[in-house]
């Protein structure tokens, strides 16, 4: 290969061609599964492959010493895990389980890190593939296409090209699977927002209890410096926890730790049979879930749900408390995006609502644009709670549903709009709280610092526009200049009418 560097839209486009294998035979929510599994794979076998060649050079003549340094990587490679073997074997009658076996080599020499990942996955499965005779070509085609990637670092453009490529990938799948899509990838500028919001410092420990992919707990300790954090999230969906652990080890992420399991009826993240503390927990959980478990929530063993129990079929609330309960006292932060009916639905929502107001735990209400996420048109909110804040009540309203650029299938937040919205929320948070009664604008028809008395006006109704006036006043129309202007108009076309009549009379056309 020389000195040519493989770029990230390289591995990107080699990666989209070979969906083509599978395209007919399944839909992109089930085949993103295979092809990121086949994706890490091959990863891992040209990480191995670069790391075999590495010292083979620095002990030449002793076998035993590379061995047992590739025994200390990060992870062990069986030789029939290797995607080379796997592509030697392609024309084999038993291609599929060739890769099967070789998946489950490899989580047993990895119990630590790779457990039960690829446990709802086989390469062999006659229901997803077909017969015998369709599933060998469809492997065949598979590892033919990943053979035209070459992942090792050395010969990689940069450290973040292949966790980058992973991420765009999941992105791709989730702008084709229409709405079960939002179940495993937020919006990349959505995460990053999300991420600057809630403003992650060096020592934190983070979380995200509805992680999908993991994409916004990567970006979120994207925000810090060096590698003094730790993370953790929950993920209901196997396939879906399968994908994150693979995308955490990608973008070395190695001591994550990500449980498989309903974060609202089985919350696995706990210390001591208590509930786990963070730091920061963000989420963009599942809009107004139904079936989420209220039957057995004013009986939870944790206490979650002491400002009541959210209704049965929207979960919404269900999350925040959640959320809320796992924060340090004093200093933990709470992100999460929410559809607007969290805002203002009354009974016990507003119950809900008006507790932790009363609490002084919310800290910032920011609309979204609509069309943002992948799967569903409606616009969204961003909730920021804040347990640290102090003696200051005031809440910000931020309406940013202007702000976008429009794209062909989605809206998508610009940079500039994300640098408005933390702006805004950074000038808020260092600015004096309020002494007077009522709340004051701070940008016109964009954010508003309402004060304590505001919301219990509005009877504890977080809805936007009751905050930020964003109503455009019409032009005062001059009538009686309208008046002289269609009197001037009807004069210049009967001159016109006359002119015309004048020219078909000497055309002799009339």
Not at 488 to 502: A, D, I, P, R, S
Request: net charge negative; glycine share 6%.
């Amino acid at each position: 290969m020389g000195n040519t560097k493989i770029t990230q839209r390289e591995i990107n486009n080699i990666v989209w061609k070979a969906c083509d294998s599978l395209r007919p035979v399944m839909g992109s929510e089930q085949y993103k599964d295979y092809i990121l599994t086949l994706l890490f794979i091959k990863y891992l076998s040209d990480v191995w492959k670069d790391k075999v060649a590495q010292y083979r050079i620095k002990y030449p003549d002793n076998e035993e010493m590379v061995q047992r340094q590739l025994k200390r990587e990060r992870f062990i490679l069986p030789d029939v895990s290797n995607f080379d073997y796997l592509f030697q074997n392609r024309n084999e009658a038993n291609v599929g389980e060739i890769i099967d076996i070789g998946l489950t080599a490899l989580e047993d020499a990895n119990r630590a890190k790779l457990a039960m990942v690829f446990r709802s996955i086989s390469f062999n499965s006659e229901t997803v593939f077909g017969q015998t005779k369709q599933r060998n070509a469809i492997m065949k085609n598979l590892l033919v296409d990943f053979s035209e990637l070459d992942l090792q670092p050395s010969h990689l453009e940069g450290n973040d090209v292949i966790g980058d490529s992973y991420e765009f990938l999941i992105s791709k799948f989730a702008g084709e699977s229409g709405k079960k899509s939002g179940e495993f990838y937020t919006p990349s500028e959505i995460s990053t927002l999300l991420a600057k919001l809630v403003d992650p410092q060096s020592g934190n420990r983070i979380c995200d209890p509805a992680c999908g992919s993991g994409s916004l707990l990567i970006k979120v300790a994207n925000e810090i410096e060096g590698k003094n954090y730790s993370l953790y999230g929950q993920e209901n969906n196997g396939s879906t926890w399968a994908l994150c652990r693979m995308n955490m080890f990608l973008h070395e992420q190695d001591s994550a730790t990500i449980e498989w399991g309903d974060t609202i009826n089985n919350p696995k993240l706990l210390e001591k049979d208590n509930l786990m503390k963070f730091n920061i927990v963000v989420a963009n959980p599942p809009f107004s879930l139904d079936k989420w478990g209220a039957d057995t929530a004013a009986s939870d063993q944790f206490n979650r749900f002491h400002r009541g129990v959210p209704p049965k079929s929207k979960g919404d609330y269900a999350f925040i408390s959640h959320m809320v309960e796992t924060t340090y006292e004093d200093v933990g932060k709470v992100g999460v995006i929410v559809p607007h009916g969290v805002l203002f639905r009354s009974s016990s929502e507003g119950k809900i609502r008006k507790q932790l107001i009363d609490e002084n735990l919310l800290e910032a209400v920011i609309g979204l644009p609509a069309n943002l996420f992948f799967g569903t048109g409606i616009p969204a909110a961003i909730l920021i709670f804040n347990r640290g804040k102090g003696i200051n009540k005031d809440i910000l309203f931020i309406d940013a549903s202007s702000e976008f650029e429009n794209e062909k299938n989605q809206n998508k937040l610009r940079e500039k709009d994300i640098e408005h919205i933390v702006t805004a929320y950074k000038s808020f948070k260092e600015a004096k709280p309020l002494t007077s009664e009522k709340g004051i604008v701070l940008e016109d028809k964009y954010s508003y610092r309402a004060t304590i008395a505001d919301i219990v006006e509005n009877d504890y109704n977080l809805n936007i526009p009751r905050y930020v006036d964003t109503f455009e006043e019409e032009e005062e129309v001059d009538i009686k200049a309208t008046h002289n202007n269609i009197k001037e108009l009807k004069k210049q076309l009967t001159e016109v009418e006359n002119q015309m009549e004048n020219y078909l009379k000497e055309l002799n056309l009339i």
